[in-house]
């Protein structure tokens, strides 16, 4: 399950498309779940992705679905957790996650995946700065892509700073590769970097640990949820607004006032 992460228009689904065709050729079955966490209204990414898609409807050995943001709270994640867990329990040997950026809800999309690949492109300028507290942690694999421009070097020297800075304590460095998407290349290097990355996590049950980990991020997920739920119901209709009300009106304290509420859903 490969998770690609990135900034609007970097080239994930260019890329999630040349990785599609790659594997394919090797003859393993591919699962594509394209998410759009920041669009809600508009869908025209996905639109656009299901046209460029087009090629491969008639290949029933790739399964595309695509999914924009449901709105609600964890929703995204969770319905993206679920499609992912039917997609691996169908058997499908590849699974590629597309999602844009690096908000919390996109690193909970990403860490679901088995491997995360960070797409950067050249020309953000002090970008790189400002996300590398999300995605560095979170890349187990850096693509420059649009490397056919300017700056990709730059780029490229930025990561490698901040690896020196930062070292995993898995001891894992995460490959750089150098992609130009739009015409194919550097994608072989790719699907190199994640075989290279997926023969080291089955070394010293290293995927299974990742597994555990992940799962214990995602029963707590679904806890929350789940509880979150049932003190909505118990709330009903309306009464947020007034206690809200209170609260802003300082007639109660918001610290008790939620102690009670919990209370309430605990006893259910
Ligand atoms: N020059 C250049 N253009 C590229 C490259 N890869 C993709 N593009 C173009 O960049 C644009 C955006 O590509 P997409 O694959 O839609 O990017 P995305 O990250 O999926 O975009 P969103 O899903 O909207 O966030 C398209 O016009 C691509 O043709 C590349 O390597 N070089
Ligand atoms: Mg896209």
Do not use: C
Request: glycine share 8%; net charge negative; aromatic share 4%.
């Amino acid at each position: 399950m490969i998770g690609l992460t990135g900034a609007p228009g970097a080239g994930k689904s260019t890329l999630v498309d040349q990785l599609a065709k790659l594997y394919r050729k090797q003859d393993r079955s591919v699962g594509i779940v394209a998410v759009d966490p920041t669009s809600p209204y508009t869908g025209g990414a996905i639109l656009g992705d299901r046209i460029r898609m087009q090629d491969h409807f008639a290949d029933p050995g790739i399964y595309i679905r695509s999914m924009a943001t449901r709105g609600s709270l964890g929703g995204l994640a969770r319905t993206t957790a679920d499609v992912t867990s039917v997609l691996d329990a169908s058997g499908r040997d590849v699974i590629l996650i597309e999602t844009v950026g690096v908000g919390q809800d996109e690193i909970d999309i990403v860490r679901l995946a088995d491997i995360t690949v960070v797409i950067l492109v050249p020309g953000m300028g002090d970008d790189v700065q400002t996300i590398k507290a999300g995605i560095m942690e979170i890349a187990d694999i850096f693509v420059i892509n649009k490397s056919d421009r300017e700056g990709a070097e730059r780029v490229e020297r930025e990561i490698r700073a901040l690896q020196s800075l930062a070292t995993r304590n898995d001891g894992w460095t995460p490959p750089i590769v150098k992609t130009v998407a739009s015409e194919g290349s550097g994608v072989q290097e790719l699907v190199a970097a994640v075989a290279e990355y997926e023969s080291y996590l089955q070394k010293e049950n290293r995927a299974l640990k990742k597994n555990v980990e992940n799962w214990q991020e995602r029963l707590i997920e679904m806890l929350r949820d789940t509880m979150l739920e049932k003190a909505r119901a118990q709330l009903g209709d309306g009464n947020l607004t007034r206690l809200a009300a209170e609260v802003a009106e300082h007639k109660r304290d918001p610290y008790t006032l939620v102690e009670e509420l919990a209370a309430k859903v605990k006893n259910r």
